[in-house]
Protein backbone atom coordinates (compact mmCIF):
# COMPACT_ATOMS: atom_id res chain seq x y z
CA UNK A 1 0.00 0.00 0.00
CA UNK A 2 0.88 3.69 -0.91
CA UNK A 3 2.21 5.97 1.63
CA UNK A 4 -0.36 8.55 2.06
CA UNK A 5 0.62 11.83 1.34
CA UNK A 6 1.32 14.96 3.87
CA UNK A 7 -2.15 16.40 4.11
CA UNK A 8 -3.51 12.79 3.97
CA UNK A 9 -1.63 12.16 7.26
CA UNK A 10 -2.60 15.47 8.74
CA UNK A 11 -6.38 14.69 8.24
CA UNK A 12 -6.23 11.43 10.66
CA UNK A 13 -6.79 11.46 13.83
CA UNK A 14 -3.46 11.11 14.33
CA UNK A 15 -0.30 8.95 13.34
CA UNK A 16 0.54 6.25 15.78
CA UNK A 17 4.36 6.28 17.10
CA UNK A 18 6.50 3.66 15.27
CA UNK A 19 8.05 2.26 19.06
CA UNK A 20 6.85 -0.79 19.80
CA UNK A 21 3.85 -1.20 22.41
CA UNK A 22 3.81 2.94 22.05
CA UNK A 23 0.14 4.18 20.75
CA UNK A 24 0.77 7.93 21.00
CA UNK A 25 1.42 10.49 18.42
CA UNK A 26 3.91 10.32 16.03
CA UNK A 27 4.84 13.71 15.54
CA UNK A 28 8.56 12.60 14.52
CA UNK A 29 10.13 10.90 12.36
CA UNK A 30 13.79 8.96 12.15
CA UNK A 31 15.07 8.88 8.28
CA UNK A 32 17.80 6.01 9.46
CA UNK A 33 14.70 3.89 10.73
CA UNK A 34 12.16 4.88 8.77
CA UNK A 35 9.12 5.07 11.57
CA UNK A 36 7.44 7.72 12.98
CA UNK A 37 8.29 8.80 16.83
CA UNK A 38 6.47 10.43 19.46
CA UNK A 39 8.62 13.17 21.53
CA UNK A 40 9.55 10.53 24.02
CA UNK A 41 10.61 7.61 21.96
CA UNK A 42 12.31 10.19 19.86
CA UNK A 43 14.54 11.62 23.09
CA UNK A 44 15.09 7.88 23.46
CA UNK A 45 15.85 7.14 20.33
CA UNK A 46 18.81 10.37 20.80
CA UNK A 47 20.04 8.99 23.73
CA UNK A 48 20.60 4.83 22.71
CA UNK A 49 24.28 4.56 21.78
CA UNK A 50 23.03 2.41 18.44
CA UNK A 51 20.41 5.24 17.59
CA UNK A 52 22.08 8.46 18.47
CA UNK A 53 23.63 9.47 15.44
CA UNK A 54 19.92 8.86 13.73
CA UNK A 55 18.55 11.37 11.82
CA UNK A 56 15.32 12.51 13.26
CA UNK A 57 12.80 15.52 11.89
CA UNK A 58 9.52 16.30 12.55
CA UNK A 59 7.49 14.40 10.44
CA UNK A 60 6.22 16.72 7.31
CA UNK A 61 10.04 17.34 6.81
CA UNK A 62 10.91 13.35 6.55
CA UNK A 63 12.21 11.64 3.74
CA UNK A 64 10.10 9.03 2.25
CA UNK A 65 11.41 5.64 2.47
CA UNK A 66 12.85 4.07 -1.16
CA UNK A 67 10.97 1.55 -2.84
CA UNK A 68 12.45 -1.72 -2.34
CA UNK A 69 14.37 -3.25 -5.75
CA UNK A 70 15.95 -6.31 -6.10
CA UNK A 71 19.24 -6.30 -8.54
CA UNK A 72 18.78 -7.99 -11.50
CA UNK A 73 22.44 -9.20 -11.54
CA UNK A 74 22.55 -9.90 -7.80
CA UNK A 75 18.56 -11.20 -6.29
CA UNK A 76 19.77 -11.78 -2.69
CA UNK A 77 20.77 -7.62 -2.27
CA UNK A 78 18.30 -4.46 -3.43
CA UNK A 79 19.27 -1.50 -5.82
CA UNK A 80 20.30 1.40 -3.42
CA UNK A 81 23.36 3.36 -5.19
CA UNK A 82 23.63 5.45 -7.46
CA UNK A 83 26.18 5.35 -10.22
CA UNK A 84 26.72 8.98 -11.50
CA UNK A 85 28.48 8.49 -14.25
CA UNK A 86 26.61 5.47 -15.66
CA UNK A 87 23.53 7.40 -14.55
CA UNK A 88 21.66 4.00 -13.06
CA UNK A 89 20.98 2.28 -9.66
CA UNK A 90 22.88 -0.71 -8.67
CA UNK A 91 23.29 -2.56 -5.45
CA UNK A 92 26.28 -2.22 -3.42
CA UNK A 93 27.70 -5.33 -4.80
CA UNK A 94 27.50 -3.92 -8.43
CA UNK A 95 29.49 -0.99 -6.98
CA UNK A 96 33.15 -2.97 -6.90
CA UNK A 97 32.68 -4.99 -10.21
CA UNK A 98 34.79 -4.00 -12.87
CA UNK A 99 32.81 -1.63 -15.04
CA UNK A 100 31.90 0.73 -12.10
CA UNK A 101 36.02 0.97 -10.76
CA UNK A 102 36.64 4.06 -10.18
CA UNK A 103 32.74 5.71 -10.38
CA UNK A 104 31.40 8.04 -8.19
CA UNK A 105 28.12 6.62 -6.26
CA UNK A 106 25.27 8.33 -4.14
CA UNK A 107 23.08 7.16 -1.97
CA UNK A 108 19.91 6.03 -4.07
CA UNK A 109 17.39 6.72 -1.30
CA UNK A 110 19.05 10.71 -0.83
CA UNK A 111 18.53 11.17 -4.58
CA UNK A 112 14.69 9.40 -4.56
CA UNK A 113 13.92 11.49 -1.40
CA UNK A 114 14.95 14.64 -3.44
CA UNK A 115 13.26 13.69 -6.53
CA UNK A 116 9.77 12.90 -4.09
CA UNK A 117 9.93 15.83 -2.49
CA UNK A 118 10.57 17.50 -6.37
CA UNK A 119 7.15 15.43 -8.03
CA UNK A 120 5.56 15.97 -4.61
CA UNK A 121 5.86 20.13 -4.83
CA UNK A 122 4.95 19.68 -8.66
CA UNK A 123 1.87 17.89 -7.80
CA UNK A 124 1.40 19.83 -4.55
CA UNK A 125 1.31 23.07 -7.24
CA UNK A 126 -1.43 21.59 -9.81
CA UNK A 127 -3.49 20.70 -6.71
CA UNK A 128 -2.99 24.24 -5.18
CA UNK A 129 -2.11 26.93 -7.71
CA UNK A 130 -2.56 25.52 -11.37
CA UNK A 131 -6.11 23.63 -10.78
CA UNK A 132 -7.57 26.16 -8.60
CA UNK A 133 -6.41 29.05 -10.53
CA UNK A 134 -7.77 27.64 -14.00
CA UNK A 135 -11.26 26.91 -12.27
CA UNK A 136 -11.11 30.58 -11.23
CA UNK A 137 -10.54 31.78 -14.77
CA UNK A 138 -13.26 29.47 -16.20
CA UNK A 139 -15.63 30.85 -14.03
CA UNK A 140 -14.12 34.43 -14.67
CA UNK A 141 -15.47 32.91 -18.53
CA UNK A 142 -18.36 31.75 -17.36
CA UNK A 143 -19.21 35.30 -15.52
CA UNK A 144 -17.93 37.06 -18.78
CA UNK A 145 -20.41 35.46 -20.46
CA UNK A 146 -23.59 36.15 -18.49
CA UNK A 147 -22.45 39.93 -18.74
CA UNK A 148 -22.38 39.73 -22.16
CA UNK A 149 -26.08 38.41 -22.48
CA UNK A 150 -27.31 40.43 -20.09
CA UNK A 151 -25.50 43.29 -22.26
CA UNK A 152 -26.60 42.35 -25.53
CA UNK A 153 -30.16 41.66 -24.10
CA UNK A 154 -30.20 45.69 -22.70
CA UNK A 155 -28.86 46.28 -26.78
CA UNK A 156 -31.17 44.38 -27.93
CA UNK A 157 -34.06 46.42 -26.22
CA UNK A 158 -32.73 50.05 -26.45
CA UNK A 159 -32.90 49.08 -30.25
CA UNK A 160 -36.25 48.08 -30.29
CA UNK A 161 -37.19 51.06 -28.42
CA UNK A 162 -35.38 53.49 -30.23
CA UNK A 163 -37.20 51.97 -33.56
CA UNK A 164 -40.38 52.32 -31.90
CA UNK A 165 -40.12 55.53 -30.82
CA UNK A 166 -38.55 56.77 -34.80
CA UNK A 167 -42.14 54.42 -35.95
CA UNK A 168 -43.72 56.89 -34.10
CA UNK A 169 -42.51 59.96 -35.43
CA UNK A 170 -42.83 58.36 -38.72
CA UNK A 171 -46.57 57.85 -38.27
CA UNK A 172 -47.08 61.01 -36.55
CA UNK A 173 -45.46 63.34 -39.44
CA UNK A 174 -47.21 61.39 -42.02
CA UNK A 175 -50.34 62.02 -40.34
CA UNK A 176 -49.82 65.49 -40.33
CA UNK A 177 -49.14 65.37 -44.03
CA UNK A 178 -51.89 63.64 -44.94
CA UNK A 179 -53.88 66.11 -43.16
CA UNK A 180 -52.00 68.89 -44.76
CA UNK A 181 -52.95 67.31 -48.34
CA UNK A 182 -56.99 67.34 -47.03
CA UNK A 183 -56.83 70.95 -46.25
CA UNK A 184 -54.96 71.51 -49.25
CA UNK A 185 -57.81 69.49 -51.58
CA UNK A 186 -60.41 71.54 -49.71
CA UNK A 187 -58.83 74.98 -50.27
CA UNK A 188 -58.24 73.92 -54.39
CA UNK A 189 -61.94 72.82 -54.45
CA UNK A 190 -63.78 75.83 -53.08
CA UNK A 191 -61.67 77.99 -55.89
CA UNK A 192 -62.95 75.90 -58.52
CA UNK A 193 -66.52 75.51 -57.19
CA UNK A 194 -66.09 79.61 -56.77
CA UNK A 195 -65.04 79.48 -60.92
CA UNK A 196 -67.58 76.99 -61.64
CA UNK A 197 -70.96 79.63 -60.02
CA UNK A 198 -68.79 82.36 -62.05
CA UNK A 199 -69.65 80.30 -65.29
CA UNK A 200 -73.00 79.28 -63.97
CA UNK A 201 -74.35 82.69 -63.74
CA UNK A 202 -71.96 83.91 -67.15
CA UNK A 203 -74.36 80.92 -69.06
CA UNK A 204 -77.75 82.80 -67.32
CA UNK A 205 -76.49 85.80 -68.48
CA UNK A 206 -75.98 84.37 -72.00
CA UNK A 207 -79.74 82.67 -71.91
CA UNK A 208 -81.22 86.27 -71.24
CA UNK A 209 -79.00 87.90 -73.89
CA UNK A 210 -80.14 85.29 -76.34
CA UNK A 211 -83.94 85.77 -75.53
CA UNK A 212 -83.16 89.68 -76.10
CA UNK A 213 -81.66 89.23 -79.66
CA UNK A 214 -84.28 87.33 -80.69
CA UNK A 215 -86.93 89.37 -79.65
CA UNK A 216 -85.22 92.22 -81.65
CA UNK A 217 -84.98 89.69 -84.59
CA UNK A 218 -88.72 88.88 -85.00
CA UNK A 219 -90.51 90.03 -87.85
CA UNK A 220 -93.22 91.87 -86.06
CA UNK A 221 -90.87 94.08 -84.03
CA UNK A 222 -88.61 95.11 -87.09
CA UNK A 223 -89.34 98.62 -86.41
CA UNK A 224 -88.17 98.12 -83.20
CA UNK A 225 -84.79 96.72 -84.51
CA UNK A 226 -83.95 99.99 -86.31
CA UNK A 227 -84.61 101.82 -83.54
CA UNK A 228 -82.79 100.45 -81.06
CA UNK A 229 -79.27 100.71 -80.58
CA UNK A 230 -77.00 97.61 -81.17
CA UNK A 231 -76.86 95.41 -78.16
CA UNK A 232 -73.08 94.60 -76.54
CA UNK A 233 -71.99 90.49 -74.95
CA UNK A 234 -70.31 91.22 -71.83
CA UNK A 235 -66.73 89.33 -72.20
CA UNK A 236 -66.30 85.97 -70.82
CA UNK A 237 -64.94 86.08 -67.50
CA UNK A 238 -61.47 84.81 -67.05
CA UNK A 239 -60.56 82.40 -64.73
CA UNK A 240 -57.28 80.58 -63.33
CA UNK A 241 -56.58 76.71 -63.75
CA UNK A 242 -55.09 75.36 -59.97
CA UNK A 243 -51.51 74.56 -59.21
CA UNK A 244 -51.54 70.54 -58.04
CA UNK A 245 -49.58 69.82 -55.34
CA UNK A 246 -46.79 67.89 -56.07
CA UNK A 247 -45.24 65.25 -53.83
CA UNK A 248 -41.99 65.38 -53.33
CA UNK A 249 -40.11 62.26 -51.99
CA UNK A 250 -37.84 61.79 -49.10
CA UNK A 251 -34.30 62.02 -50.10
CA UNK A 252 -32.77 59.09 -47.67
CA UNK A 253 -31.13 55.48 -47.64
CA UNK A 254 -29.96 52.79 -45.17
CA UNK A 255 -27.64 54.65 -43.60
CA UNK A 256 -29.41 57.77 -42.97
CA UNK A 257 -31.59 55.22 -41.08
CA UNK A 258 -28.54 54.02 -38.88
CA UNK A 259 -27.33 57.29 -38.25
CA UNK A 260 -30.90 57.84 -36.91
CA UNK A 261 -30.98 54.49 -35.29
CA UNK A 262 -27.62 54.14 -34.23
CA UNK A 263 -25.25 51.09 -34.42
CA UNK A 264 -23.75 48.86 -32.14
CA UNK A 265 -19.67 49.27 -32.25
CA UNK A 266 -16.85 47.44 -30.82
CA UNK A 267 -14.67 50.00 -28.65
CA UNK A 268 -11.24 50.51 -30.12
CA UNK A 269 -9.40 49.54 -26.89
CA UNK A 270 -6.52 47.24 -25.98
CA UNK A 271 -8.19 43.78 -24.92
CA UNK A 272 -7.09 42.92 -21.46
CA UNK A 273 -5.72 39.81 -20.49
CA UNK A 274 -7.47 38.25 -17.86
CA UNK A 275 -5.36 38.27 -14.72
CA UNK A 276 -3.93 35.08 -13.47
CA UNK A 277 -2.50 34.88 -10.28
CA UNK A 278 1.34 34.63 -9.83
CA UNK A 279 2.28 31.20 -8.24
CA UNK A 280 4.40 33.42 -5.79
CA UNK A 281 0.93 34.86 -4.38
CA UNK A 282 0.38 32.41 -1.62
CA UNK A 283 -2.41 34.08 0.25
CA UNK A 284 -4.48 33.74 -2.13
CA UNK A 285 -4.41 30.05 -4.25
CA UNK A 286 -0.92 28.07 -2.30
CA UNK A 287 1.60 27.59 0.11
CA UNK A 288 4.87 25.85 -1.85
CA UNK A 289 6.65 23.57 -0.33
CA UNK A 290 9.45 26.05 -0.09
CA UNK A 291 7.36 27.95 1.82
CA UNK A 292 5.95 25.82 4.08
CA UNK A 293 9.70 24.74 4.95
CA UNK A 294 11.00 28.37 5.92
CA UNK A 295 7.19 29.14 7.94
CA UNK A 296 7.43 25.62 10.02
CA UNK A 297 11.50 26.83 10.27
CA UNK A 298 10.39 30.17 11.51
CA UNK A 299 7.79 29.12 14.14
CA UNK A 300 9.98 26.92 15.33
CA UNK A 301 12.97 29.22 15.80
CA UNK A 302 10.32 31.43 17.22
CA UNK A 303 9.40 29.24 19.66
CA UNK A 304 12.42 28.64 20.93
CA UNK A 305 13.29 32.24 21.20
CA UNK A 306 9.78 33.35 22.68
CA UNK A 307 8.02 32.58 26.18
CA UNK A 308 5.64 33.60 28.70
CA UNK A 309 6.29 37.23 30.53
CA UNK A 310 6.47 37.12 34.23
CA UNK A 311 4.10 39.95 34.00
CA UNK A 312 1.52 41.20 31.90
CA UNK A 313 2.53 44.82 30.54
CA UNK A 314 -0.13 47.20 29.13
CA UNK A 315 1.10 48.92 25.79
CA UNK A 316 -1.82 51.22 24.04
CA UNK A 317 -5.53 51.85 24.85
CA UNK A 318 -8.32 52.57 21.97
CA UNK A 319 -11.18 53.99 22.41
CA UNK A 320 -13.70 52.99 19.58
CA UNK A 321 -16.51 55.45 18.46
CA UNK A 322 -19.67 54.26 17.01
CA UNK A 323 -20.44 51.25 19.69
CA UNK A 324 -21.78 50.61 23.26
CA UNK A 325 -19.18 47.81 23.58
CA UNK A 326 -15.99 45.74 22.25
CA UNK A 327 -17.20 42.27 22.46
CA UNK A 328 -14.98 41.26 19.20
CA UNK A 329 -11.72 42.67 17.88
CA UNK A 330 -9.94 41.62 14.71
CA UNK A 331 -6.55 43.07 13.35
CA UNK A 332 -5.76 43.19 9.48
CA UNK A 333 -2.26 43.06 8.35
CA UNK A 334 -1.87 46.80 8.58
CA UNK A 335 -2.17 47.08 12.27
CA UNK A 336 -5.77 48.63 11.60
CA UNK A 337 -8.83 47.46 13.76
CA UNK A 338 -11.93 46.13 13.29
CA UNK A 339 -14.28 45.56 16.38
CA UNK A 340 -18.53 45.18 17.22
CA UNK A 341 -20.47 45.11 19.80
CA UNK A 342 -23.42 42.65 20.67
CA UNK A 343 -25.71 45.01 18.48
CA UNK A 344 -24.78 44.38 15.49
CA UNK A 345 -22.35 47.42 14.96
CA UNK A 346 -19.34 46.99 13.05
CA UNK A 347 -16.46 49.89 13.30
CA UNK A 348 -13.04 49.71 11.77
CA UNK A 349 -10.70 52.35 13.19
CA UNK A 350 -6.78 53.13 12.17
CA UNK A 351 -3.95 53.19 14.29
CA UNK A 352 -4.39 56.72 15.66
CA UNK A 353 -8.43 55.24 16.71
CA UNK A 354 -10.03 57.33 14.39
CA UNK A 355 -13.17 55.33 12.41
CA UNK A 356 -12.51 54.49 9.06
CA UNK A 357 -16.00 52.66 8.47
CA UNK A 358 -19.09 51.69 9.96
CA UNK A 359 -21.31 48.74 8.78
CA UNK A 360 -24.59 47.69 10.68
CA UNK A 361 -25.42 44.06 10.71
CA UNK A 362 -27.89 41.65 11.67
CA UNK A 363 -26.57 40.05 14.03
CA UNK A 364 -27.62 41.33 17.56
CA UNK A 365 -26.22 39.43 20.47
CA UNK A 366 -23.92 37.46 18.11
CA UNK A 367 -20.22 38.13 19.06
CA UNK A 368 -17.54 36.52 17.22
CA UNK A 369 -18.62 36.96 13.76
CA UNK A 370 -15.63 38.83 11.75
CA UNK A 371 -12.49 37.80 11.05
CA UNK A 372 -9.43 39.61 8.95
CA UNK A 373 -7.84 37.14 6.45
CA UNK A 374 -4.11 36.39 4.79
CA UNK A 375 -4.97 39.05 2.20
CA UNK A 376 -5.92 41.94 4.38
CA UNK A 377 -9.43 41.83 4.01
CA UNK A 378 -12.49 41.37 6.56
CA UNK A 379 -14.91 38.58 6.32
CA UNK A 380 -18.07 38.79 8.15
CA UNK A 381 -21.07 36.84 9.16
CA UNK A 382 -25.08 38.12 8.96
CA UNK A 383 -26.90 35.05 10.66
CA UNK A 384 -30.57 36.79 9.56
CA UNK A 385 -29.72 36.91 6.05
CA UNK A 386 -28.05 33.60 6.41
CA UNK A 387 -24.73 35.16 4.17
CA UNK A 388 -20.99 35.53 4.61
CA UNK A 389 -19.60 38.49 3.88
CA UNK A 390 -16.30 39.94 2.36
CA UNK A 391 -15.12 43.72 2.35
CA UNK A 392 -11.76 44.32 0.68
CA UNK A 393 -9.34 47.21 1.02
CA UNK A 394 -11.12 49.34 -1.45
CA UNK A 395 -14.37 48.92 0.74
CA UNK A 396 -16.31 47.09 -1.83
CA UNK A 397 -18.79 44.25 -0.09
CA UNK A 398 -19.69 41.32 -1.66
CA UNK A 399 -21.48 38.32 -0.78
CA UNK A 400 -19.04 35.30 -0.52
CA UNK A 401 -20.87 32.24 0.96
CA UNK A 402 -24.68 31.65 1.47
CA UNK A 403 -25.06 29.28 4.23
CA UNK A 404 -28.81 28.45 3.18
CA UNK A 405 -31.06 27.42 6.46
CA UNK A 406 -28.11 27.90 9.30
CA UNK A 407 -27.16 30.96 11.02
CA UNK A 408 -23.71 31.48 11.23
CA UNK A 409 -22.73 33.11 14.70
CA UNK A 410 -18.83 33.35 14.61
CA UNK A 411 -15.85 33.24 11.94
CA UNK A 412 -12.54 32.34 11.40
CA UNK A 413 -9.42 32.98 9.01
CA UNK A 414 -6.26 31.03 9.22
CA UNK A 415 -3.39 32.29 9.01
CA UNK A 416 -1.45 28.97 7.92
CA UNK A 417 -3.68 27.37 5.68
CA UNK A 418 -6.34 30.71 4.55
CA UNK A 419 -9.03 28.05 5.58
CA UNK A 420 -12.51 29.69 6.67
CA UNK A 421 -14.06 28.18 10.23
CA UNK A 422 -17.57 29.16 10.47
CA UNK A 423 -19.74 27.93 13.87
CA UNK A 424 -23.58 27.83 13.01
CA UNK A 425 -26.44 26.60 14.31
CA UNK A 426 -29.94 25.73 12.82
CA UNK A 427 -32.88 24.95 15.57
CA UNK A 428 -31.52 22.90 18.32
CA UNK A 429 -28.60 21.57 16.17
CA UNK A 430 -25.34 23.56 15.47
CA UNK A 431 -21.97 22.38 13.86
CA UNK A 432 -18.82 23.74 12.33
CA UNK A 433 -17.99 24.13 8.62
CA UNK A 434 -14.50 24.56 6.97
CA UNK A 435 -14.26 25.82 3.48
CA UNK A 436 -11.74 27.03 1.52
CA UNK A 437 -10.25 30.74 0.50
CA UNK A 438 -12.62 30.57 -2.47
CA UNK A 439 -16.05 29.77 -0.55
CA UNK A 440 -16.36 25.95 -1.01
CA UNK A 441 -17.27 23.91 1.54
CA UNK A 442 -14.65 21.21 2.19
CA UNK A 443 -15.35 19.90 5.75
CA UNK A 444 -18.30 19.81 8.32
CA UNK A 445 -18.02 18.86 11.91
CA UNK A 446 -20.87 18.00 13.90
CA UNK A 447 -20.71 15.30 16.18
CA UNK A 448 -18.63 13.21 18.06
CA UNK A 449 -17.08 9.23 17.58
CA UNK A 450 -19.62 8.25 19.85
CA UNK A 451 -22.43 10.30 18.11
CA UNK A 452 -22.68 13.03 20.84
CA UNK A 453 -23.72 16.47 19.62
CA UNK A 454 -20.50 18.61 19.74
CA UNK A 455 -21.39 22.15 19.97
CA UNK A 456 -24.85 23.87 21.12
CA UNK A 457 -24.24 27.53 20.42
CA UNK A 458 -20.58 28.93 19.27
CA UNK A 459 -20.49 32.23 19.25
CA UNK A 460 -16.69 32.35 19.06
CA UNK A 461 -14.31 30.10 17.10
CA UNK A 462 -10.91 29.59 16.24
CA UNK A 463 -7.86 27.97 14.94
CA UNK A 464 -4.48 27.05 16.74
CA UNK A 465 -0.89 26.41 15.39
CA UNK A 466 -1.58 22.73 14.85
CA UNK A 467 -4.69 22.92 13.43
CA UNK A 468 -7.06 22.57 16.08
CA UNK A 469 -10.12 24.12 15.83
CA UNK A 470 -11.04 25.52 19.16
CA UNK A 471 -14.72 26.90 19.83
CA UNK A 472 -16.33 28.76 22.86
CA UNK A 473 -19.98 27.38 22.83
CA UNK A 474 -22.20 29.48 25.27
CA UNK A 475 -24.59 26.79 25.78
CA UNK A 476 -22.44 24.06 26.47
CA UNK A 477 -20.58 26.05 29.38
CA UNK A 478 -17.14 24.80 27.61
CA UNK A 479 -14.31 25.30 25.09
CA UNK A 480 -14.80 22.48 22.77
CA UNK A 481 -11.31 21.58 20.78
CA UNK A 482 -11.10 19.08 17.74
CA UNK A 483 -8.36 18.44 15.63
CA UNK A 484 -7.83 19.20 12.10
CA UNK A 485 -10.30 15.87 11.19
CA UNK A 486 -12.80 16.80 13.65
CA UNK A 487 -11.95 14.37 16.19
CA UNK A 488 -12.69 15.56 19.76
CA UNK A 489 -9.57 16.53 21.69
CA UNK A 490 -10.83 18.00 24.91
CA UNK A 491 -13.23 20.54 26.74
CA UNK A 492 -12.38 23.07 29.26
CA UNK A 493 -15.03 23.89 31.56
CA UNK A 494 -13.34 26.33 33.48
CA UNK A 495 -11.88 26.79 37.43
CA UNK A 496 -15.15 27.19 39.28
CA UNK A 497 -18.42 26.23 40.09
CA UNK A 498 -19.53 28.47 36.79
CA UNK A 499 -18.03 29.06 33.65
CA UNK A 500 -19.36 31.08 30.45
CA UNK A 501 -16.77 31.22 27.77
CA UNK A 502 -16.36 34.34 25.66
CA UNK A 503 -13.67 35.63 22.83
CA UNK A 504 -11.21 32.98 22.46
CA UNK A 505 -7.74 32.80 20.27
CA UNK A 506 -4.44 31.47 19.82
CA UNK A 507 -0.68 31.99 19.89
CA UNK A 508 2.32 30.98 17.93
CA UNK A 509 3.36 28.71 21.24
CA UNK A 510 -0.25 26.80 20.94
CA UNK A 511 -1.68 28.80 23.77
CA UNK A 512 -5.07 28.95 24.25
CA UNK A 513 -6.77 32.33 25.23
CA UNK A 514 -10.54 32.48 26.37
CA UNK A 515 -12.31 34.91 27.98
CA UNK A 516 -14.95 33.71 31.50
CA UNK A 517 -17.74 36.20 31.87
CA UNK A 518 -18.34 35.36 35.20
CA UNK A 519 -15.29 35.71 36.75
CA UNK A 520 -14.25 38.93 34.36
CA UNK A 521 -11.18 37.13 33.08
CA UNK A 522 -8.72 35.74 30.73
CA UNK A 523 -8.10 32.36 31.26
CA UNK A 524 -4.51 30.87 29.85
CA UNK A 525 -4.28 27.42 28.55
CA UNK A 526 -1.96 24.94 26.98
CA UNK A 527 -2.60 23.49 23.37
CA UNK A 528 -3.23 20.12 25.42
CA UNK A 529 -6.19 21.81 27.50
CA UNK A 530 -4.75 22.07 30.81
CA UNK A 531 -5.01 25.81 32.62
CA UNK A 532 -2.01 27.71 33.17
CA UNK A 533 -2.97 30.12 34.59
CA UNK A 534 -5.57 33.65 34.62
CA UNK A 535 -3.56 36.30 32.40
CA UNK A 536 -6.10 38.60 32.98
CA UNK A 537 -8.42 39.97 35.53
CA UNK A 538 -9.96 43.35 37.11
CA UNK A 539 -6.90 43.34 39.22
CA UNK A 540 -5.28 44.39 35.63
CA UNK A 541 -7.86 47.32 35.49
CA UNK A 542 -10.19 45.64 32.39
CA UNK A 543 -13.80 45.44 32.64
CA UNK A 544 -15.77 42.30 31.73
CA UNK A 545 -13.38 41.22 29.22
CA UNK A 546 -15.30 39.34 26.14
CA UNK A 547 -13.08 38.87 22.64
CA UNK A 548 -9.35 38.80 22.72
CA UNK A 549 -6.45 38.74 19.64
CA UNK A 550 -3.32 37.94 19.07
CA UNK A 551 -1.56 40.24 15.96
CA UNK A 552 1.74 39.16 14.21
CA UNK A 553 3.90 40.82 16.71
CA UNK A 554 2.64 38.53 19.70
CA UNK A 555 0.18 41.41 21.46
CA UNK A 556 -2.71 40.45 22.80
CA UNK A 557 -6.19 42.60 22.00
CA UNK A 558 -8.71 42.31 24.53
CA UNK A 559 -11.99 43.96 24.04
CA UNK A 560 -14.76 44.49 26.97
CA UNK A 561 -17.78 45.83 27.76
CA UNK A 562 -16.90 49.52 27.43
CA UNK A 563 -15.56 51.28 24.02
CA UNK A 564 -11.99 50.40 24.99
CA UNK A 565 -9.58 48.35 23.77
CA UNK A 566 -6.33 47.63 25.48
CA UNK A 567 -3.31 46.06 23.91
CA UNK A 568 -1.09 43.98 26.44
CA UNK A 569 2.50 42.08 25.67
CA UNK A 570 2.66 38.84 27.65
CA UNK A 571 5.41 36.95 25.37
CA UNK A 572 9.07 37.85 25.71
Given amino acids: ?15 VCGSDDCQKNGQFYCNSCHRPLCEQCRDEHKKSPNTKNHEIVLYRHRKHQLPVEVCQDHPTRNKDMFCRECSMPLCSKCSTMKEHKGHAFDDLEDIYADKYALWQGEFSKIQKYFLPTTQDLKTDIEEDAKKIKKIMESIRTSMKAEAESLKTLVDKVTSENIEYTHTMEKSLLKMLKSQETTYDDYITYLGKMSDEFQEYLSTTNQKLLFKSNTLKIQTIPETTKPVPPV ?13 LLGRVNVPNTKKENRKIQPMEAESMHMISTEKQSEQSKEKSDMKQTLSLSSSVTKVREYSVPGIDSTCHVSVDKSGRLWVSDNKGNLVQIDLQGNQLQKIQTSNFLTTGFHTATQGGDLIYTDNEKKVIYRITS ?3 ITEF ?7 PLSVHSSCISGDILVGMTY ?16 QKIQRDNKGQELYSFPIYITGSISGDICTSDWNKEAVVVVNKSGQHRFSYRGQGSKFLPWGICTDVLGHILVCDYVSESVHLLDQDGRFLFIILSTQQGIKSPCGVCVNDEN ?3 VGQFTKTVTVYKYLR
Fill in 427 to 442: FEEAKVSRYSKTGKEI
Fill in 555 to 557: NLY
Fill in 401 to 407: IKTEDWE
Fill in 394 to 396: DKT
Fill in 247 to 259: FTAGQFNKNDITK
Fill in 1 to 15: MSEPSDEQAAMQHYL
